[in-house]
């Protein structure tokens, strides 16, 4: 079965740029342009093997989006790669358990990397949204 990738990004030149690396990977690729995609995504079920996750999103940002991953289900935290242009080590105190938190620009090495750490992390199976 070929894993899938959620990529919430509102800036599209950047979504294009972590969906061609992510399906580099042989994942598939779901696209949120906001958080509030990315929750209506999350609500139905949809089983990740990793979340590429910006913060400083319109409608619902990327924190809430946490939050929310948080209260449902704190084991899909665990696949969450956040790329942003904010302070990592501010949203890694919030959210020690996320998986990776990387600068942009991105340097896609290093987003691969992150990739190939949060696919190997926990089997599928403990990621279904209860």
Do not use: W
Not at 37 to 51: K, N, P, S, T
Not at 96 to 122: E, F, G, Q, W, Y
Request: proline share 5%.
């Amino acid at each position: 079965m070929r894993r899938k990738a959620l990529i919430v990004e509102d800036d599209e030149s950047t979504r294009r740029l972590l969906r061609k690396l992510v399906e580099s990977e042989g994942c598939d690729v779901d696209e949120a342009k906001d958080g509030e995609e990315a929750l209506r995504f999350l609500r139905i079920g949809e089983q990740y093997g990793v979340i590429l996750l910006d913060i400083a999103l319109p409608k619902v940002s990327g924190t809430d989006v946490m939050e929310y991953l948080f209260l449902v289900n704190p084991a899909l935290l665990e696949r969450v790669i956040v790329v942003t242009g904010l302070n990592i080590e501010e949203i890694r105190k919030l959210f020690p358990t996320i998986c990776h938190a990387l600068p942009k620009p991105v340097i896609p090495n290093r987003l691969m990397d992150s990739i190939h750490k949060c696919l190997r992390r926990i089997p599928d199976e403990h990621l279904t949204l209860q």
